[in-house]
């Protein structure tokens, strides 16, 4: 079955630090990737998705490479701000029936001033 | 645009008590989910929706009931509540074509603490 593994947590670091979640996949076909994140006390919201090999999804300062060649879609920022503490949720979607969206466990940042 | 609507926020129950968690939508999306949260997992998928009248087993129905007699609505139900359910649920809604195909929209969760 389908299955995404993420890097454990938490992650701490200082105000513009450098970031990478390392998140790898196993599923069947050509599924789509995608990074929600989960501000204190909110749902998730998604932060940036790609829907095929070699693809970049980026947003907020955000970047994700889908790379079908190692099963990866790791999550990096150049910078990180204060405002980024958050939890990270990697997560695929196989297609077919819609209960295929398949989360990781999620990867608690907190960036410190 | 309110988006993805769950009540309550908080619910602490008694074991054995019933009790039914809110959802309501108003982007018009055709699926609907329902996922539980435990401290340091993952989601896992209770319930899901891909329209009304139609509604399918997740990966941990178990003590879950749903129904979805409109497109805006997918009310949980909890029976005979247990402390295994005690958990952070997040109501979500998607719609499986366009530009925004197989993205989802969570609600704020619902605490609910079984005593």
């Known amino acids: 079955g389908n299955s995404v593994t993420q890097m454990e947590g938490p992650v701490t670091l200082s105000e513009e630090a450098f970031l990478t979640i390392n998140c790898t996949y196993t599923?069947?076909?050509?599924?789509?990737l995608f990074w929600y994140v989960q501000y204190p006390g909110e749902g998730l919201q998604l932060l940036l998705k790609?829907?095929?090999?070699?693809d970049k999804g980026s947003n907020k300062g955000f970047e994700a490479t889908y790379r079908k060649e190692t099963t990866s879609f790791h999550l990096e920022k150049g910078s990180v701000q204060v405002s980024d503490s958050a939890v990270y949720f990697c997560?695929?979607?196989?297609?077919?029936?819609?209960?295929?969206?398949?989360f990781g466990s999620g990867t608690q940042l907190t960036v410190l001033p | 645009n309110a988006g993805v609507t769950q009540t309550p926020k908080f619910r602490i129950l008694k074991i054995g008590q019933s009790m039914t968690l809110q959802c309501t939508q108003d982007?018009?999306?055709?699926?609907m989910y329902w996922y539980r949260q435990d401290p340091g997992m993952g989601l896992k998928l209770i319930y899901y929706?891909?329209?009304?009248?139609?509604?399918d087993k997740g990966e941990v129905p178990n003590g879950y009931n749903v129904s979805r007699s409109t497109t805006e609505d997918f009310p949980l139900r909890l029976e005979l509540a247990a402390p295994s359910q005690t958990s952070v649920y997040f109501c979500?809604?998607?719609?499986?074509?366009?530009?925004?195909?197989?993205?989802?929209?969570f609600g704020a969760g619902s605490r609910l603490t079984v005593l």
């Open positions: 929706s891909v329209g009304a009248g139609i509604t």
């Open positions: 979500a809604s998607s719609n499986p074509q366009g530009s925004g195909a197989n993205v989802l929209t």
């Open positions: 997560a695929l979607w196989s297609g077919g029936s819609a209960r295929q969206l398949t």
């Open positions: 982007m018009n999306h055709n699926y």
């Open positions: 599923a069947t076909g050509y599924p789509s």
């Open positions: 790609a829907t095929k090999a070699d």
